[in-house]
């Protein structure tokens, strides 16, 4: 006799009805599960899974045998990141890449995992959970660690992905939009203060053929500099020193994330001795965000937490917070401008 089979059938039911408010607390709950996102992305990061994508489209089954994890939780890691666009789930269940996880290849030309590993780090993931010490007026980063932000990363046993490569990583991309978006003068001289290894003063002098550029750091990060890649020695040179104490004599200053790592006192002290050592005519290239009025969205406001978190007295400022940032350092505002990312240009002249 034969078996007779029920064809089983799902049943799809209309969307039940939920208040306003309903709506709201179901969004509290999913907003404050948000992190497991950066939890995935890190995973992804540190296993480079990018990386085992680039020839095809793989299961979760062969990535992890590529990675030595299990298939079903690696499955489960993806998946949420599929649904904010960092890799595809794809017919076979395989997993694709996406416009999003190219910048997590080892190999991409602008590659951001340094970077995520860095913003993933645990060094900034505690502070942001022990956030409340800064928000009491204390430092989160000293509570947890007994030193500064800076005193950690400087120790000799600082780890190999380290703060400054993941700087360098996060800049690749950001450097894409600086350049482009200002016109230097040409012959001049262009200091970048606290330039780490020196990626964004190398797109502007590839950019910029007649200027000449002054990395400006610590010995032990411009020791790691990437000014060799512009294939013209005689275009840059190096200059050690304490920005708190005097910068090199130059025409453009640029200082990308210098201003939001420090208080007002200690950057309007970074910003006087970028004044006094500026040539006649010259000028001050202020490159942070600028936290716009109102509740609208933007990175600023999240960078400005991280800040918090990690510096003590950092911060993301407002436009009338950079006026009053310059007030007594003999320079003032004369342009901002958008370059089209979260970062804005402060262009600042002699007062």
């Known amino acids: 006799m034969g078996t007779a089979v029920k064809e089983m059938r799902t049943q799809v039911s209309q969307a039940p009805e939920i208040t306003e408010d309903e709506a709201a607390g179901l969004f509290m709950l999913d907003l404050a599960m948000g992190y497991t996102y950066q939890v995935a992305l890190r995973i992804a990061a540190g296993l480079s899974i990018a990386d085992h994508l680039v020839e095809r489209p793989k299961t979760a089954r062969e990535l992890a045998e590529a990675t030595g994890t299990d298939p079903i939780r690696l499955h489960r890691v993806l998946r949420l990141l599929a649904t904010r666009g960092v890799f595809s789930e794809i017919e076979g269940s395989r ?82 939009f600086l350049p482009r978006n200002y016109d230097f003068p040409e012959g001049a001289t262009v200091a970048d203060i606290a330039g780490g290894f020196g990626g964004l003063l190398l797109r502007v002098l590839q950019a910029n053929p007649t200027l000449h550029g002054i990395l400006f750091d610590r010995p032990h990060v411009l020791a790691r500099h990437r000014l060799g890649e512009l294939e013209a020695d005689d275009r840059w040179e190096l200059a050690e020193g304490d920005f708190f104490e005097a910068v090199p004599s130059a025409d453009i200053y640029i200082l990308k994330y210098i201003t939001h790592d420090w208080p007002d006192d200690k950057a309007a002290t970074i910003l006087s001795c970028c004044r006094k050592a500026m040539n006649p005519g010259g000028r001050v290239l202020i490159m942070d965000t600028v936290i716009p ?45 958008d370059t089209g990312s979260y970062i804005s240009i402060i262009e600042a002249v002699a007062a």
């Not at 505690?126 to 007994?146: C, M």
């Not at 978190?309 to 401008?337: C, S, V, W």
């Open 95 to 176: 997993f694709t890449l996406t416009p999003a996880a190219e910048y997590l290849r080892t190999d991409a030309p602008y590659s951001l995992r340094s970077a995520v590993l860095m913003i993933t780090d645990e060094t900034l993931w505690r502070p942001a959970g022990e956030l409340i010490e800064s928000v009491k007026g204390g430092s989160a980063f000293k509570h947890i660690y007994g030193m500064s932000f800076w005193e950690h990363w400087d120790k000799p046993d600082a780890p190999i992905e380290d703060f400054h490569v993941g700087m360098s990583s996060m800049s690749e991309v950001e450097n894409l």
């Open 293 to 337: 009025a109102g509740n609208v969205p933007h990175t600023g406001k999240v960078m400005d937490l991280l800040c918090m978190g990690i510096y003590d007295g950092g911060r993301e400022r407002t436009e009338e917070e950079f006026h009053q940032l310059l007030e007594h350092t003999g320079l003032k505002i004369n342009r901002i401008i």
